[in-house]
């Protein structure tokens, strides 16, 4: 588990789970937050109390149903109101916290009758003063939660808090509000940044070693720089951390390596491992190849100890680099693994997904590589479907995942691979928000879209962020279907803000080609 009270302090790290490596990270929070039962209204007492509209329940825009079960406080119970006519309000009063309230998270659970349809709006009122209104929120036959978070706030112990529903159309119905009330300093919603394809070795700094017929750009240092002005709260990497073979040395060369720019940031960082990282062949004794010290795939003549050979060969070097990742997150050096990020909504926290694409790369590795490593039935797809599975049990919320080799590219080097199609559909499944990749060392941005290709407004929107540093890339013309934007021959970081109910992104080059995307206030599918 990790956990962090400063963006660049060292990070704690504690063995959470063997089976499924889930690390909960807590967010920098100075507030207190009270969990508020209602006094008036719906669910005081497991009585609705009436309306605004009337005295009782049962007005001329309102009306409740009572089942008769004992209710407990946010447990959802089936007592509800529902509207008679478009327009009609309910509201809900909350006792007084002590100490200054500074912000306001409103939870409501709510559904349209059968053959109904409309929205929901949540405002907040003070002492019987409106302070604010919230997104309306569309309804179903099944009853979900919404969430409404309301900051910058300054409401006294001495002041009441009411919460209005009003429903766009009449047979809309609601079953459970809470209020969630912080008074002190609000905690900020988390920043993550990131990219892949990062830093050169110095045999490519010093253009002894060339990429392609040209010098390597190594950028590592200028992305690292624009890096530490994002001052995110956590980093990732999308693999291909360091050139040319992931090798230890080059990783820890505090003269030029990964070490003496990324690596400022090791605290923090959550990696990906990208096709780079097993490039080499060394320590695979153990693995019964013959001669005895050979590694190449000549001496590793089977299929298992060419994957026994690579996986020495990561243990000797990039879980020796990352070697605090492989105690707290991942103990089996398997490449997958996930955590929790929180935001300023203690209810709401980022559910963060790693997978590791380069042992489906038959591209790179055809020997030993196999989609089947990403596919139903293999060892990394029976964990990302429990580890979703157990995430969901306790309500979805908003979902990222990232690896490096990816779906979808318009890149000439790479392009995209339908062996992570399974990955892409499973978390689709499950209400992935964002999915981000690195491999093509351009910048490229995707409208959501299904494991097929085809526009689908519950797919995620993806990134292809290969704009570490190392060397860039060009775009393909035409781009692939639902590319909204490539750009080559640039280099910087991917910076996300995680909100409780949405996300906003930033990508700002930090040299070569000039670009610029970024949009806010995005919602999340859960």
């Not at 109390?49 to 089936?78: E, I, K, L, R």
């Not at 006792?95 to 349809?117: E, M, P």
């Not at 019964?288 to 590793?300: K, M, V």
């Not at 750009?487 to 970081?493: L, M, N, P, Q």
């Amino acid at each position: 588990m990790k956990s962090s009270t400063a963006s660049r302090l060292p990070i704690a790290l504690v063995l959470c789970f063997i089976a499924l490596a889930v690390l909960t990270v807590p967010g920098r929070t100075a507030a207190v937050t009270t969990t508020m039962a209602p006094t008036t209204g719906i669910n005081a007492s497991n009585v609705t109390s009436g309306s605004d509209n009337g005295s009782s329940c049962t007005g001329a825009m309102w009306a409740c149903v009572d089942d008769g079960t004992s209710f407990a406080a946010n447990d959802g119970d089936h007592t509800y109101v529902y509207s008679q006519a478009a327009g009609g309000y309910h509201t809900t009063g909350f006792a007084a916290v002590s100490g200054t309230v500074t912000q306001v998270t409103v939870h409501t659970v709510a559904a349209a009758i059968a053959g109904a349809s409309g929205t929901a709006t949540i405002s907040l009122y003070v002492s019987g003063t409106l302070k604010a209104t919230g997104a309306a929120h569309a309804l179903t036959a099944s009853y979900a939660e919404s969430v409404d978070t309301f900051s910058g706030l300054s409401i006294s112990s001495t002041s009441s808090i009411q919460v209005r529903v009003t429903f766009s159309a009449a047979n809309l119905k609601y079953t459970s509000v809470w209020v969630n009330a912080a008074t002190g300093t609000p905690a900020a919603d988390p920043v993550i940044a990131g990219a892949g394809d990062i830093s050169c070795n110095a045999a490519e700094r010093a253009c002894t070693t060339k990429c392609g017929t040209s010098c390597c750009d190594c950028q590592d240092a200028v992305t690292h720089s624009q890096l530490v002005n994002i001052n995110p709260t956590f980093v990732f990497t999308l693999g291909d951390n360091q050139y040319e073979n992931g090798e230890y040395a080059n990783y820890s060369d505090a003269s030029g390596g990964y070490a003496a720019n990324w690596g400022q940031e090791i605290g923090i960082t959550f990696p990906a491992v990208g096709n780079h990282e097993y490039n080499g062949h060394a320590s695979c004794t153990a693995c019964g190849c013959s001669p005895a010290g050979c590694c190449s795939d000549t001496c590793c003549n089977t299929v298992a100890k060419r994957q026994c050979a690579t996986q020495a060969y990561m243990n000797a070097n990039y879980y020796q680099y990352f070697n605090s990742v492989k105690t707290a997150e991942d103990p089996n050096g398997n490449g997958w693994y996930s955590y929790d990020i929180q935001t300023s909504d203690a209810s709401r926290p980022w559910h963060v997904i790693v997978l590791n694409a380069a042992i489906c790369d038959t591209a790179r590795f055809p020997s030993w590589a196999s989609a089947a490593n990403c596919q139903s039935g293999s060892p990394q797809y029976t964990w990302l479907a429990q580890d979703l599975a157990n995430w969901s049990a306790s309500g979805k919320k908003c979902l990222l995942a990232y690896w490096h080799e990816p779906r979808f590219s318009s890149g000439t080097e790479n392009g995209g691979s339908a062996n992570y199609s399974q990955f892409w559909s499973l978390l689709q499944s499950y209400g992935v928000d964002v999915i981000l990749q690195g491999h093509d060392h351009n910048y490229e941005r995707f409208n959501p879209q299904s494991s097929s290709g085809a526009a689908d407004s519950t797919g995620p929107i993806s990134f292809v962020v290969g704009t570490g540093g190392r060397d860039s890339d060009t775009c393909k013309s035409p781009r692939v279907a639902n590319s909204a934007t490539c750009v080559a021959g640039t280099f910087g970081a991917l910076k996300l803000t995680l909100h409780p109910t949405s996300w906003d992104y930033d990508f700002e080059s930090a040299a070569g080609t000039s670009a610029s995307d970024l949009r806010s206030a995005i919602a999340c599918h859960n």
